[in-house]
């Protein structure tokens, strides 16, 4: 399966960035060598690499109740002529993908982010979901009161990405 693993923080120090390298290598260790793309970094999300994605990974911090615009923007840009314009599903870039993973972290409490709509969780399940493959999975994997964490609390969603990770590939 052709893997790719989206990241979106502009710091390669972040809690994200770990995530995204837990990500990479837990499905190195299942016998997938993915792609990575680092967007807050200079990489590049366009069409032709994500047509040939069976398994789209995003990891980000949810940052204003929902994605952070680094990312925001490149996939309203690659989705358009499916979200807003009238462009059939059958020819989205997404088509091939049977599954799509979204690992992100949240600042506030899950019942803050209730109370907020959970905008980010929404966008990939009505949105993103119907444009990939038909009974494509999504999985979301969430942490929340992500600034209140502790090393311990840390390292045990750290670990709950790798086993999500080697199990889905």
Known sequence: MTAIVVQAHPFDESYSAGLAEVATQALRSAGVDPLIVRLGQGGVLDGPMVEQARHLVFVYPT???TVPAMLFGPLTEL???WVDGDAPGSTSPLRGVQRLTVITTYGGSRTINLLQGEAGRHFWKRTV???CAPGAEHDVLAFYDVVHANE???ARFAD???R???ASA
Do not use: E, I, K, M
């Open 160 to 162: 709950r990405v790798r």
């Open 63 to 65: 940052w204003w109740g």
């Open 79 to 81: 989705l358009a002529p």
């Open 129 to 131: 979901v119907g444009l």
């Open 152 to 154: 311990d609390q840390l």
């Open 164 to 166: 999500a990770l080697s």
